[in-house]
């Protein structure tokens, strides 16, 4: 997490922590709230870290103060008083297949309702940050692999409204589809993109959802609903 004299892509460039100075941009630390300066031109945002393919951690948690001398583990200090926003994981739940939910909306519903999510920022690392977690991964990445699986989760059953071409080609500043043309620069990766977007089995996908009962088949070949409960129990999961 610690930027200075590291060196990471973003926006599809490589930069450094360098010393304050005109053309320079600050960028607040995850973990020690401390400004750091990249010499890139422009503000580091939460649609920079998704252009980069990462979404930005939460606000960490921090510590509940308890009287001096009493032991307190350290995950039950970050996670008292701290409860699942069952309005917000309902919303996601009940919202999921809107043609107009985003993906944008749906992080911000799930990272408010599942306040756990925010243990893996509690460490403070960000892009780059040295391994603290058993997988031997960052927690960054960890978070980001979560996150990822959440909006797998969201795709999957937008399959017949947006979910295919976000699965295959990512998401633009606006968090919507990226179009296909727009998804890569590298002639290699975009023709792997596109062959699966067209030759993958979204049908088995389907009926695996159906059978899970998360889908539910709309009437005469309509389109299909889903059910809320199940699939608030998946995205609990």
């Known amino acids: 997490e610690e930027l200075r004299n590291l060196h990471t892509k973003l926006l599809g460039q490589t930069v450094s922590v360098c010393d304050k100075g005109e053309d320079h ?16 031109g422009r503000t580091v945002s939460a649609t920079d870290y998704l252009v980069s393919g990462r979404v930005p951690c939460s606000k960490p948690l921090e510590l509940i103060k308890v009287p001096v001398g009493t032991c307190v583990p350290m995950l039950t200090g970050l996670m008292r008083g701290r409860h699942t926003n069952w309005k917000r994981a309902k919303s996601a739940a009940f919202r999921i297949r809107d043609p107009n939910y985003t993906c944008k909306s749906f992080h911000e519903d799930i990272v408010e309702a599942f306040p756990e999510l925010r243990l893996y920022c ?116």
């Open 122 to 237: 509690s460490s403070g690392e960000g892009v780059g940050g040295a391994s603290s977690v058993t997988s031997g991964r960052s927690v960054d990445d960890e978070y980001q692999r979560t996150i990822g699986a959440l909006f797998a989760v969201f795709w999957a059953m937008r399959m017949d409204i947006d979910g295919r071409e976000s699965f295959c080609f990512g998401l633009d500043e606006a968090w919507l589809p990226r179009a296909p043309s727009a998804c890569c620069n590298d002639p290699d990766e975009h023709a792997r993109r596109t062959t699966f977007y067209e030759q993958a089995d979204w049908g088995t996908l389907r009926h695996l959802l159906v059978d899970a009962g998360l889908l539910v088949p709309g009437s005469h070949g309509g389109i299909d609903e889903h059910n809320e409960e199940r699939t608030l129990a998946r995205l609990v999961l």
């Open 25 to 40: 941009i600050a960028v607040e630390s995850c973990r020690h709230g401390q400004d750091h300066e990249l010499r890139i």
